[in-house]
């Protein structure tokens, strides 16, 4: 699964390259960003919560791509067939494209999708039995942030994940992050 999200992040860099060149000589130029924050992760039964933190470019004003990376920090409980599981997310990377709105100076809507993957860990300490499953999504979702100024912002995001294969299912993802701009 690595291998595959380093894969698509090495072609859409090589696909945006151009567009970053045409960006340049526009003078917007490219600029790098960083944001660490805080996502609770929602399905039907369970809310998980991570550390995210997100590496990105912006080509210009209004493309992008970034990568995320989150550590499980909460679990939740739900009950199936009358046992009680413990759940908590262990790891979670993904890679996105995003676009960007400028409303102002200050503040850009965004859109972005991407590919990802989720690795979770449920227990029933009835039975002693613990498990780790994985599960691959396709994600999209908007937010917007704001920047106080120049480097320092914050931003609000909403995500869907929809897994794929025999785990199926979906999550709605809210985060809010702090942003450093590079």
Known sequence: MRALITAA?????AALLPAAASAQTANTGTTFYGTLGYADSSTDHLN????????????????????????????DKTTVNGVDI??????????????FLPLSPQFDLLARIGYGETRAKASAS?????????????????GGQYRFDDKNGVRADYTREE???????????????YVRKF
């Open 126 to 142: 009835a039975f002693g039995v613990a498990d780790s499953t994985s599960g691959d999504s396709w994600n999209y979702g908007v």
């Open 86 to 99: 413990k759940a908590k997310i262990q790891h979670q990377e993904a890679i996105y494209g995003v676009g």
């Open 48 to 75: 998980l919560g991570t550390i995210q933190g997100r590496v990105g470019a912006r080509f210009g004003q209004y493309f992008g791509v970034e990568g995320e990376l989150g550590a499980g920090v909460t679990n």
């Open 163 to 177: 897994y794929t294969g025999s785990n199926g299912g979906a999550a709605n993802v809210y985060a809010l992050s």
């Open 9 to 13: 992040s090495a072609l859409a860099l």
